[in-house]
């Protein structure tokens, strides 16, 4: 199962359509994928304690275990990924090992293309996630409503699962069951 987090709070978000995106691309390719939308199912702020107990947060730390690969959409604020994610994988925290973790991020201009960097470092020295070298990084006019409307970023959400794929299904068959490749 390759499990797509979404993880925008906002109504009309972008990175949600890059979320769908990718959905449908698994669901052509006969993919079994869950979507864990952040907006839809909210989870506590990590307080440290009570919080890991949330059967929301329960829920998510099992989808990211059982999952192939992880997809994560985001939107960009000041430079990072929004708080919402950062918060998601505080909670769920040891759920992401070993993981195979796709970036796909919506930002309101070009300057922000390096934003995926924190996450990314963070998942890789805390959690040995292995990220997908190769993100999708789309802008506003990349989109027309709730479309996709840039060719060139569907050419990039393509290679995306592609790459993903590959990676996912070697580990899965060549690693490790759970293909939690930190064990070895």
Same mark, same amino acid.
């Given at each position: 199962?390759?499990?797509?987090?979404?993880?925008?709070?906002?109504?009309?978000?972008?990175?949600? +359509?890059?979320?769908?995106?990718?959905?449908?691309?698994? +669901?052509?390719?006969?993919?079994?994928?869950?979507?864990?939308?952040?907006?839809?199912?909210?989870?506590?702020?990590?307080?440290?304690?009570?919080?890991?107990?949330?059967?929301?947060? +329960?829920?998510?730390?099992?989808?990211?275990?059982?999952?192939?690969?992880?997809?994560?959409?985001?939107?960009?604020?000041?430079?990072?990924?929004?708080?919402?994610?950062?918060?998601?994988?505080?909670?769920?925290?040891?759920?992401?090992?070993?993981?195979?973790?796709?970036?796909?991020?919506?930002?309101?201009?070009?300057?922000?293309?390096?934003?995926?960097?924190?996450?990314?470092?963070?998942?890789?020295?805390?959690?040995?996630?292995?990220?997908?070298?190769?993100?999708?990084?789309?802008?506003?006019?990349?989109?027309?409503?709730?479309?996709?409307?840039?060719?060139? +970023?569907?050419?990039?959400?393509?290679?995306?699962?592609?790459?993903?794929?590959?990676?996912?299904?070697?580990?899965?068959?060549?690693?490790?069951?759970?293909?939690?490749?930190?064990?070895?």
């Amino acid at each position: 199962m390759h499990l797509i987090l979404s993880s925008s709070l906002h109504p009309t978000s972008r990175s949600r +359509i890059l979320a769908r995106e990718v959905a449908q691309r698994l +669901i052509d390719g006969n993919r079994p994928v869950e979507v864990f939308d952040l907006s839809s199912r909210v989870l506590p702020p990590c307080d440290g304690a009570t919080a890991y107990g949330h059967e929301q947060v +329960i829920a998510l730390a099992d989808l990211i275990k059982e999952a192939d690969s992880v997809f994560i959409a985001s939107p960009v604020y000041n430079y990072d990924v929004n708080a919402a994610l950062k918060n998601a994988i505080e909670l769920t925290g040891k759920a992401w090992t070993g993981k195979v973790v796709s970036l796909m991020l919506a930002a309101g201009g070009q300057g922000s293309y390096m934003s995926a960097m924190g996450v990314a470092n963070s998942l890789m020295l805390d959690f040995r996630c292995l990220i997908v070298p190769r993100f999708v990084y789309a802008t506003g006019e990349s989109f027309e409503g709730d479309q996709l409307a840039d060719e060139d +970023i569907a050419r990039r959400v393509d290679l995306l699962v592609a790459e993903s794929l590959r990676i996912s299904d070697a580990l899965r068959v060549a690693v490790l069951p759970n293909n939690r490749f930190d064990e070895r």
